[in-house]
């Protein structure tokens, strides 16, 4: 028995890029070429997707538990839907990739706001955890609605080298580069520390205050209450919507509590004003960036600082003994495990 198989090339008309920005401002033409190549940008369409037009969402109703799911008509008028991405930890979500693509990726700004607020959203950090985690849950759901054909994900090192590549069913190819995530980025650290120094990890891990924040989530895990952490970035792109409810808080704890009263705001990025402020309720943070002024690190709570030796030397006069010291140059994809005492 034979089958004949026929393969129609498709056109470049007949495909689409569409670029998952969730609630992010647009990307800059220069920034396509560098993510796409400059054939590829000439070659093919691609749209930014804009979580507030309306022209470009189609509603799809309810998850089980309520979630409104609003996303890109492209997506869903596609006949073909197709998502990459690379999986790395995930303050919230655990892991990113696979479902993420969709939501938040190509959700609309209505079910942003359910999505980032509580009770969806976890309150502390759960990297690496997607079991009993209803941001997941809810995004693997509205994803499995909207109907993904295909993913194609990778895995990176430090290096920036890719060390895996899965491809395939929305979530067993997921899982499957999950764990060569966990292989790759798991640590298992001795003890908490006193101290703790963080960096994203560099461009474009840095490249504003408003992504910088997700190496504080590492930090947290492994730093003792009341400690201190020095978070080193960049920030070339400024510091983000978010600074103004920190900024007409009173302290951290009213950033926490007004978050949790109004829930996720598309315009003030509220959902990282708290991620923010729950780290500044438990730790001294000392910020240390050549591009963001000082005065307004001061209303947001943080302690400026020109020098990692300038904020180190104040961290370590509030500790009674010498203080133990841990070092995260790439926090933003670390999994970190405290060994159990």
Not at 295 to 324: D, G, R, W
Request: proline letters at 5%; a negative charge.
């Amino acid at each position: 028995m034979y089958t004949l198989l026929f393969i129609q090339k498709m056109p470049d008309s007949a495909i689409t890029l569409l670029v998952a920005t969730g609630n992010h401002r647009p990307n800059t033409e220069e920034e396509l070429k560098g993510m796409v190549g400059e054939a590829n940008f000439s070659r093919f369409r691609i749209v930014n997707h804009n979580a507030s037009d309306p022209e470009q969402l189609v509603y799809l109703g309810k998850t089980k538990h309520g979630l409104d799911v609003e996303v890109n008509r492209l997506v869903v008028e596609a006949d073909v839907t197709i998502t990459t991405g690379i999986i790395t930890p995930h303050q919230t979500a655990g892991f990113s990739g696979g479902r993420k693509s969709i939501v938040p990726g190509v959700a609309g700004v209505k079910s942003l706001m359910q999505h980032h607020s509580f009770p969806i959203r976890s309150e502390e950090p759960v990297m690496g955890k997607m079991e009993h985690n209803r941001f997941h849950e809810e995004a693997v759901e509205a994803a499995r609605k909207v109907g993904v054909d295909f993913i194609v994900n990778v895995v990176k090192n430090n290096e920036g080298h890719i060390v895996g590549v899965v491809a395939g069913d929305l979530e067993e190819a997921h899982e499957a580069g999950v764990q060569i995530c966990r292989h790759a980025w798991e640590l298992e650290v001795p003890e908490l520390y006193d101290i703790t120094i963080v960096s994203p990890g560099g461009y474009p891990k840095d490249f504003d205050m408003h992504q910088s924040q997700k190496a504080l989530a590492s930090a947290e895990i492994i730093t003792k209450p009341g400690g201190s952490i020095i978070l080193v970035a960049e920030c070339q792109d400024g510091i983000g919507s978010f600074s103004k409810l920190m900024a007409e808080s009173r302290d951290p704890q009213e950033v926490i509590r007004r978050f949790k009263e109004d829930g996720f705001s598309s315009q003030n990025h509220s959902s990282k004003a708290y991620m923010y402020a729950r780290a500044l309720a438990k730790y001294h943070i000392y910020f240390i960036s050549g591009h963001l002024d000082p005065i307004e690190l001061k209303k947001m709570f943080f302690v400026p600082s020109e020098t990692i030796e300038a904020a180190y030397h104040n961290a370590k006069q509030m500790c009674a003994s010498v203080p133990k010291v841990a070092l995260l140059p790439y926090a933003v994809d670390c999994l970190l495990k405290v060994k159990p005492t």
